[in-house]
């Protein structure tokens, strides 16, 4: 049974920063590709983030570019987010997603964790 977990979200001023992380398990994490999502209050959800098999390749929303830092380590089966000055418009729970192609696209993913709420007050 897959499993994935995030967790490290919680309330943070503008300007600050957080790190998500997202641990997986019951599958071969070094075979799929990871990215990151969010969600806004009445919102869809959209892309932030993404990275390789290998860590080696890394695509970011616009939005985040400069300011958010995906990584990986397939030793540990987890993947992170570096997120640093937090704006109020980051707000959303942030998800984590398997896939076995390197995409962006939301229906590219096959696994999903339950979501970590990230609030950054201004």
């Known amino acids: 049974q897959v499993q994935v977990v995030e967790s490290g979200g919680g309330l943070v001023q503008a300007g600050g920063s957080l790190r998500l992380s997202c641990a997986a398990a019951?599958?071969?994490?070094?075979?799929?590709?990871m990215g990151w999502f969010r969600q806004a209050p009445g919102k869809e959800r959209e892309f932030v983030a993404a990275i390789s098999r290998s860590g080696g390749l890394t695509y970011y929303a616009d939005s985040v570019k400069g300011r958010f830092t995906i990584s990986r380590d397939n030793a540990e089966n987890t993947a992170w987010m570096q997120m640093n000055s937090l704006k109020p418009e980051d707000t959303a729970v942030y998800y984590c997603a398997l896939s076995s192609r390197y995409t962006t696209a939301e229906n590219g993913y096959e696994y999903w964790g339950q979501g970590t709420q990230v609030t950054v007050s201004s």
């Open positions: 019951g599958l071969t994490f070094s075979m799929y590709c």
